[in-house]
Structures are given as C-alpha cells and as structure tokens.
C-alpha cells in the first residue's frame, strides 16, 4: 500500500505509542471478547430453554436482551460526537461520495459476487448473507472508530447518511439482489418482501433512540458544566459502558445460537467464508481509497470501518420475518456478527499499527485521537513539511503575529481542511498571541 504522502514521519515516543496508551480494559479487547464467546456457547449448550427465554419479548424482531446491549454499546460513543463540528464533515464532499459508493454500490456487489462464488449450493445461507450485505452498519461501526482513535463526528455523520438510505433503498436493493439481478445472469431467483415502514422503525430504535440520548447528554452536561468537564470529567465515567454493552451483547449472540453452532459447525464454516472475505475486501479497500484521497489517519479509519460493518439486527429481523427464526437465512443472518466482532476487533489493532507505521497529513489533523484536535495555527511553518496538494495560504504581520493568527483561524475554520492555512510574524513567539486566543475564544473557536 502506497503512503502517498510527503508529510514527516509520525512522532515518536509515547505520543506514537497508541497501545500503550489505551487503557487496560481496552488493550485486552480481544481476550474479553474470546471469554464472552465461550461464556456465549457454554451457556447455549448448557442452560435448557435459554433460547425461548430470551427470545420471549423482541423488539421489532431482534431480542430485546440484544437490544439493550445494541443501545448501551452506542450511547456512550455518540455522547463522545461534537455535534457542533458536524458541519466539517459534510462540507468533504469526495468523502461523502466515496462512503455512499462504498457502502450502496460496491458493498452489496462484493457480497453478491462472493455469495454465490461460494455457497452455490446453498440457497438459504447464501439469500441470508447477501441481506447482511445490503444492511449497512448503523452501531457497531461507531464501537470500532472510537477503538482505532478513527473520527467519531465523522462517524456519526455517515452512520446517519447510511439511516436514512437504508430506510430508502434496503428492500428495493433487496429485490434487484435477489430476483432481479439473478434472472439477468440467468441464476435462481429469490422473493423478498419487506415493508419501508419495518426498516425504517429498526432505525428509529437502534440509532435514534441513542442519538438524541448522547446528543441530550452532550448539549445539557456543557451547558450546566462546560465542556472542559463534560469531556474530563463525565465522559471518562460513561465511556465504559459501551464496552459492557458490546461484551453482553456478544455473550447473549453465542448464547442464542450456541447450540446451532456447536451441531453444525461445517454450516458455519461455510457461511463464514464469504463474510470473512466481505470484511477483508471492503476494510482494506476503504483504507486504500482513504489514502489515494489523501485523508489524515481519524478519516481513513472511519471509512475503512463503515465500509467494513453491517447492520446484522436488521439483516437478522427481515430474515427472520421473511424467511422464519429456524431458517438457514435465519442462521446465516446470526452468523454474521459472530464473523464480524472478532475480525473488526483485529482490525482495529491493524489500523491501530498502520497509524504508526504510514505517514499521514498533519495540517488538518494531527496524530491523536478525534477528541483531541485543534487547529492548525502555528507561528511559523512547523519544520520539515513540504508542499502538499492543496492550495497553501501564509498570513504574515509584524510583532507577534497578533493579527496573522486570527486571520489564519478563521480560514482554517472556514475551509474545514481544504486550505493549508499558516501565519508568522517578525518576531514570533513559541506560544499563541494570548490576546488571540481571547478573541478567538469569544466566536466561539478554540485554540
């Protein structure tokens, strides 16, 4: 994979040293994700009745044990979001572009081809993975960006492009896939009906509810105590919660199924094939086109990821309300978060290491987590970097560059990255014009 940059290396030291810096719950995701699969199929193996227990009350199909982790797993990651930066996101207009294309065109293609590549003989596992590919992720996603230090504003944003678009196109894409697309190639057909209506309230449910929650949580708790609390103080107490969701959601996933999995291992091995490279193709192919677009390390991160995850609760429900919670549609559908959550939580330490390994641009972002950004507004051109592909603008004025820096502020602000933005003086500081940084303070940007 090509750099494609001129930036200077990354630093080093601890400021590069992101495992280290992750704290030790996180650092050992994968072993608690290893124990909650084994706690998942020992308790699905040896508990009677579990299934029907837990499947007793549902909400709109999924169980509504899943659905509660499903909500705690998001909320604490959107109560991280700054809504206020939002606006930066959307003004990126080729990224946008290429996360549509990713995620509606070329996902549900790559999973179509390798769907009937390899399981030609099994129509039922095969119809149920390809709904998995047409259900773009609108959760779980937000779990791996806020795990790889990806851009989590930026991830909110394309999880709520991909909600509105599921609840447009899902079931006419499920259509084209299934009956259309087939009959042109000259291969069996499949029906599917699926309300608008029954996609749209999975929607609701699984990122609505959490959105205005974390959106509430964020507007009300600056407004009481700042946001220097709010994100020092109340986040750091919340912020755990989102792993417990995901531990128990995956305990009650292998729970649900464990004894299917366990009696009919070869089934799964051969479900399994068409979704690990699903994962594989689409990951890596986000992250390649990330960096041919030149975007810094948060945003290649987070659109690897959305191009990598899928909304298995609804892919689970409009299989299971179509086809019947016993079918092979059914057990594909499930199937396919049991495949997904070890393999992006292996992506995540992949994404984690080409952070430090691959230069990236250091104008608009820096190499940290999201939360930690800040203008890039220096004194003078920080040393070593070199010209890059966007247009460069140097404000330049006398003393202390008082003037210079607002003015190179309030463009980089404006531009939203699109201008290399710099300022000097003739006779600069190693800090910010203080009186700047109070101005600047006032309109509300932070330096």
Known sequence: MSTGHNAPPPPTGEAANVVGRMSAVDRFLPLWIGLAMAAGLVLGRLIPGRGGALNSVAIHGTSLPIALGLLLMMYPVLAKVRYREVGRITADRRMMASSLILNWVVGPAVMFALAWLLLPDLPAYRTGVILVGLARCIAMVLIWTDLACGDREMAAVLVALNAVFQVVVY????????????????LPTQSLHVSFAAIAVTVVVFLGIPLVAGFLTRTLGE??????????????????????????????????????ITSQPLDVVRIALPLLAYFAVMWFGGFTIARRLHLPYARTASLAFSAAS?????????????????????????VGPLIEVPVLVALVFVALWLRRRLTWPEQDYDDQPAHARRPAVTSQPPQGVLMTERPEVLFVCVHNAGRSQMAAALLDHYAAGRVVVRSAGSAPADTINPAVAEVMAEIGLDL
Not at 171 to 186: D, Q, T
């Open 310 to 334: 899928n909304d298995f609760e609804l892919a689970i429900a409009v299989a299971i309300g179509v086809f019947g919670v016993t079918s092979g549609q059914a057990l594909a559908g499930v």
């Open 171 to 186: 079931a006419a894409l499920g259509v084209f896939y299934l009956n259309i697309l087939p009959g042109w190639l000259g």
């Open 223 to 260: 407004r009481a105590r700042g946001q220097e609390w709010y994100e020092s103080r109340l986040l750091p107490r919340i912020s755990p919660i989102a792993l417990y969701g995901l531990l128990f959601t995956v305990v009650v996933l292998f729970a649900l199924q464990g004894k299917t």
